[in-house]
C-alpha cells in the first residue's frame, strides 16, 4: 500500500515537471553560466589590464616624505601626469619620448580639493641622474618616469608620491569610449576647422578635444599659457567622466584603450582606491601655472625661466593641500 503511494507520488511529480517548467530551469542554468563566464572574463580582463600598465618607480617613496603615503586610509597625496607624443620615427632612432604635457595633481579627498598645476615642457630644470640643465620634457626621453619624477621634483620642491603616463593619441580613443567629455572653453579661437568660444561649455569628441588642446598660437589661444589651462580642462573633464557611473558600460573598450596606452605604478588595487575614495577631490579644483619670461639661452635654445616667486607659490599650494 505505502509502495502504492510512493509510486503515485512519483508520477505526480513527474507530471508536474512539465514543458514550460524544464524551459524556464534550462534558460535559468544558462543565465547563471553566462553570469559566472562574464565575471571570470572581468576579473581576468581587469587583472590582465592591471598588469600590463603598472610600471613602478625604482623607489619606496619619494625622497621629500617621511613615510609612504597611505591610499587605504585616504592620505593626500600627488601625482604626476606626463602626456607623452607617439614619435614612431624619434622612438626607432632611439630617442625615447618626451612629456610634452607634464602637470602635478595635489588631491586631498578630506578638503575636497585638487590643486593642479602645469609646467611647460619648455621649463629650464636640472635633469636628475644626467647632471645637465635642460628642458624639462628631456627628462622623460632620457630616463623615463624615474627621471621624470626626480627633476619635477627638484623644480618644485614637493614630493611627488604616484605618476601616471598617456600618449595622447590614445587619449582621444579614450574621450570617445565614455561617449566625449563637457568642457568649457577659456578662449575664443578656431583651430583644425573648430570653432571655440570663451565660457561655453560644449560636449567634445575625441578630435575636438584634442584641437582645444593643442591649439596655441591660433589668434585668441592665448599662446603656451592657454594651452597648458586647455590641458587641465580636458584632463579634469575626463577625470571627472572616468569616475562616474555612466563609464562602467564601455568598460571593455575603455580597458583596452588603457591597456594600450597608459602607464602607472600605481598598482590595480591602488587605481581602485583612488577611484573609490578620492573622487569627492574633484569637487574644487585651482589650476595655477607657473609664472616666468621665456627666451633664447646662451645654448642658442629657447628656455622657459620660472620666476623664483612663482615657484615659492607653488610649493606653499602643493604642500598646504597635502598638510606638510
Do not use: C
Not at 619606496?60 to 614619435?87: E, H, W, Y
Request: hydrophobic share 35%.
Amino acid at each position: 500500500m505505502e509502495n502504492e503511494k510512493v509510486n503515485r507520488s512519483d508520477k505526480y511529480s513527474k507530471k508536474k515537471m512539465g514543458l514550460p517548467t524544464k524551459i524556464f530551469l534550462w534558460f535559468f542554468g544558462i543565465l547563471i553560466i553566462l553570469a559566472i563566464l562574464a565575471v571570470i572574463y572581468l576579473g581576468f580582463k581587469i587583472f590582465s589590464v592591471g598588469g600590463a600598465i603598472h610600471n613602478p618607480l625604482d623607489r619606496d617613496k619619494s625622497s621629500l616624505r617621511d613615510k609612504n603615503v597611505n591610499l587605504n586610509n585616504g592620505d593626500p597625496f600627488t601625482i604626476a601626469l606626463f602626456g607623452v607624443d607617439s614619435d614612431a620615427k624619434r622612438d626607432a632612432n632611439g630617442g625615447g619620448q618626451r612629456s610634452d604635457t607634464i602637470m602635478v595633481l595635489s588631491i586631498n579627498p578630506d578638503k575636497k580639493t585638487t590643486e593642479i598645476v602645469s609646467i611647460p615642457r619648455d621649463t629650464q630644470a636640472d635633469i636628475v641622474g644626467k647632471g645637465t640643465t635642460e628642458k624639462i620634457n628631456h627628462a622623460y626621453a632620457y630616463g623615463g618616469p624615474d627621471m621624470a619624477v626626480k627633476s619635477v621634483e627638484k623644480l618644485l620642491n614637493v614630493p611627488i608620491d604616484h605618476y601616471a603616463t598617456i600618449d595622447m593619441d590614445g587619449m582621444e580613443d579614450m574621450i570617445d569610449t565614455v561617449g566625449g567629455i563637457e568642457v568649457t572653453s577659456n578662449a575664443t579661437f578656431s583651430y583644425d576647422g573648430f570653432q571655440f568660444n570663451d565660457g561655453q561649455k560644449s560636449h567634445m569628441n575625441g578630435k575636438e578635444a584634442m584641437a582645444f588642446i593643442r591649439s596655441r598660437k591660433e589668434e585668441g589661444a592665448g599662446g603656451d599659457f592657454g594651452r597648458q589651462e586647455r590641458q587641465q580642462l580636458v584632463i579634469q573633464g575626463l577625470a571627472n567622466k572616468l569616475t562616474s557611473i555612466s563609464s562602467v558600460t564601455h568598460f571593455n573598450s575603455l580597458m583596452n584603450h588603457v591597456e594600450d596606452n597608459v602607464k602607472t605604478d600605481l598598482t590595480l588595487g591602488e587605481l581602485n582606491k583612488v577611484r573609490g575614495n578620492y573622487k569627492d577631490a574633484n569637487d574644487n579644483v585651482h589650476r595655477h601655472q607657473l609664472e616666468g619670461q621665456g627666451g633664447i639661452q646662451d645654448d642658442g635654445l629657447y628656455y622657459f625661466i620660472p620666476s623664483q616667486s612663482s615657484l615659492t607659490e607653488i610649493e606653499a599650494s602643493v604642500k598646504n593641500n597635502l598638510g606638510i
